[in-house]
């Protein structure tokens, strides 16, 4: 696969202006990376560049609220690491660093670039298993059915609870068959939901986990292409309270939290289920401060995203954006973003989506419950 020079290159001079270097450095580099993408079609990065590349990425994610922080995330390099144990390592590396004890620390793990380097199946390292049963309910997270379909039928066996973590799938190369990997629990910190005004709150069970770890987005840098680069922040609690457990497509839980709060669930204009998103959001932040696990409230993070454009304007950058990712899903109207328009422009270096690798291949079932050997 064939480096686009001229994408390398303009992250070159951008970067090394960032970084403050003089003219001769770039143009040094820059015959360098000519040269060897001449003779090997690609160009290793180096750490310095692999650094700056990721935060940018994230600078440039434009549905990220986040944002402000973008130069203080930790860049592990893990391009050496390439077989399953050593791929499994770093990203136990990553959740226990990552979690820090509560006090989460942004971190990006990436490794060895290009299609054969290694892919890492689950959409973010730690996730809860959703189990579609005959009669379509489902027991668990909705969003992960297909994932947990993969996992059952690669012979991993999930306790069909409501947050049962999902396991690693790592793949090492695009010719290697997926390894399925649990997560020692004592690596994943989770939160017990309750609500400081409403103790009936805390008997609906809900939990979530403390560390949000992207891992199925591939990384952008200079015309080189990072598969795997699992990264994470922390938690806005919109985004587990206003959604994960909000949403109809996923735990569905307004109408037992209304419940709870004896809401008057017959009618749509007693604003029910408005009232019971609030309190479960209040619920979500009380709960993970007391547990001591680090999160942000949307009005916080609504204010530390506009020190981010004062921050970019002053650089003489344009600030990108995704407004209908931007405004939070809980009283969006209340922050500055609601008010203004983004251009949705896509800036690299940044993160992109790709195919799931197991919507790719077919996976034939481990067959269960009979004879082993026949
Ligand atoms: N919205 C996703 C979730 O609820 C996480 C996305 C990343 N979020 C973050 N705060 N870095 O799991």
């Given at each position: 696969m064939l480096v686009d020079t001229e994408e390398a290159i303009e992250f070159l001079m951008k970067s090394y202006v960032e970084l403050g270097k003089d003219a001769a450095a770039i143009e040094s580099r820059i015959d360098v990376v000519h040269q060897e993408i001449a003779q090997t079609g690609t160009y290793t990065q180096t750490l310095e560049e692999l650094t700056i590349g990721a935060k940018m990425a994230w600078r440039n994610s434009n549905r990220c609220v986040g944002r402000l922080f973008w130069d203080r995330i930790q860049v592990v390099d893990a391009r050496a690491a390439v077989t399953v144990s050593e791929i499994r390592d770093a990203l136990f590396e990553h959740i226990g660093k990552a979690t820090n004890g509560g006090q989460i620390r942004p971190f990006i793990t990436i490794f060895k670039p290009g299609s054969d380097g290694p892919r890492i199946w689950n959409h973010q390292l730690i996730r809860y298993a959703g189990y579609a049963s005959e009669n379509g309910d489902i027991i668990?997270?909705?969003?992960?059915v297909s994932f947990t379909e993969v996992c059952e039928g690669l012979g991993w066996r999930g306790a069909h609870g409501e947050f049962d973590i999902l396991p690693l799938v790592i793949q090492e190369s695009a010719d290697a068959a997926p390894t399925v990997i649990e997560i020692p629990p004592e690596l994943v910190l989770e939160v017990p939901i309750a609500h400081p005004d409403f103790p009936q709150v805390a008997e609906l069970g809900l939990r979530w986990y403390a560390v949000p770890i992207i891992s199925e987005m591939k990384l952008e840098i200079g015309g080189i292409t990072y598969q795997a680069a699992p990264f994470n922040g922390w938690y806005m609690e919109t985004e587990i309270g206003?959604?994960?457990?909000?949403?109809e497509g996923r735990y569905n839980k307004l109408a037992a939290v209304a419940e709870k709060l004896g809401l008057n669930t017959k009618r749509l204009d007693s604003l029910w289920k408005d009232r019971a998103l609030v309190e479960l959001n209040v619920a979500v932040l009380d709960s993970y401060h007391k547990a001591k696990v680090q999160i942000v409230d949307h009005h916080t993070a609504a204010r530390q995203f506009g020190q981010f454009e004062t921050n970019e304007q002053a650089a003489g950058r344009e600030v990108t954006g995704e407004w209908a990712w931007l405004i939070p899903p809980v009283s969006p109207a209340t922050t500055h973003m609601f008010h203004q328009r983004y251009p949705n422009k896509i800036v690299k270096p940044n993160f992109f989506y790709q195919e799931a690798p197991f919507e790719r291949t077919e996976i034939t079932p481990v067959k269960r419950g009979g004879c082993p050997f026949h």
């Open positions: 668990g997270d909705p969003a992960s206003a959604r994960n457990f909000a949403d």
